[in-house]
């Protein structure tokens, strides 16, 4: 098998991106043992310009149109992570402590990223309701992404070393890596590795939380703002009124 050279991860904002970054990168080692697998979270083309001779496995959220098009035209798969906005954006206001309106413009800028690429014929497509994070199945379909195919020992042992219980764990960790960053601003600790947040620890991923966490003003704002996302991905069908 020829391996992918690089493999970007384009995730919506609380979309299980981090989960899937990490996911990727273990089946991308299993699959090609002899190639050396870099992980990486870009916010600019600084660090695209930077990446080494390697299968790359990048993961991003919003891109200004330079760097997606750097991605876009060196990219072999390409992992899209999407969620129902209003649950993204109260996942935010929850989990990492920003108002509605910052919460707002995270969602819906990763959002339009990953809508603008979600019809390329690499992507696949990875939607959060579908518990894409609790299946076994899911590491099929990213070793078939990938370009190969994995032992059922090799999905058994992803599927185990990928629950919740075992990132909350890493997480508990975190503070021990040499790989880790405490933000003095926020007061959040990072694995620059991984990039698994403190605040990633003790959530529940539940489906619909914003039916009972977030006013209904400020959904019926986000189902304005986001129709022709909420419509592509099919969560139109319930709205705040």
Not at 91 to 97: A, D, K, L, V
Not at 112 to 122: E, H, I, K, N
């Amino acid at each position: 098998m020829e391996p992918p050279r690089l493999v970007w991860c384009l995730g919506m904002y609380a979309s299980g991106s981090t989960w899937l970054f990490n996911a990727a990168r273990a089946v991308a080692a299993l699959l090609y043992p002899e190639e050396r697998v870099a992980g990486h979270f870009a916010e600019n083309m600084k660090k695209l310009k930077t990446l080494p001779a390697a299968l790359n496995v990048v993961k991003t959220h919003d891109l200004g149109p330079t760097a997606t098009g750097f991605l876009r035209k060196r990219a072999g798969p390409i992992l899209v992570s999407v969620r129902d906005p209003r649950d993204a954006v109260t996942s935010m206001m929850q989990h990492m402590g920003h108002g509605f309106w910052q919460a707002l413009q995270y969602v819906e800028a990763s959002a339009q990223s990953a809508a603008r690429l979600a019809g390329d014929g690499r992507a696949c497509l990875f939607v959060y309701e579908s518990g894409f994070t609790e299946t076994a199945d899911v590491f099929d379909q990213l070793a078939a992404a990938l370009g190969g195919t994995l032992t059922m020992a090799q999905r058994e042992g992803l599927y185990a070393a990928t629950r919740r219980e075992k990132i909350e764990e890493k997480i508990s960790q975190l503070a021990a890596l040499p790989t880790a960053w405490h933000n003095p601003v926020t007061d959040d600790l990072l694995d620059l590795d991984t990039q698994w947040h403190r605040h990633h620890a003790g959530r529940s991923g539940e489906v619909g939380r914003w039916r009972h966490r977030l006013p209904a003003q400020e959904a019926a704002l986000i189902e304005r703002r986001m129709t022709s996302f909420m419509r592509q991905f099919g969560y139109e069908g319930e709205t705040s009124h």
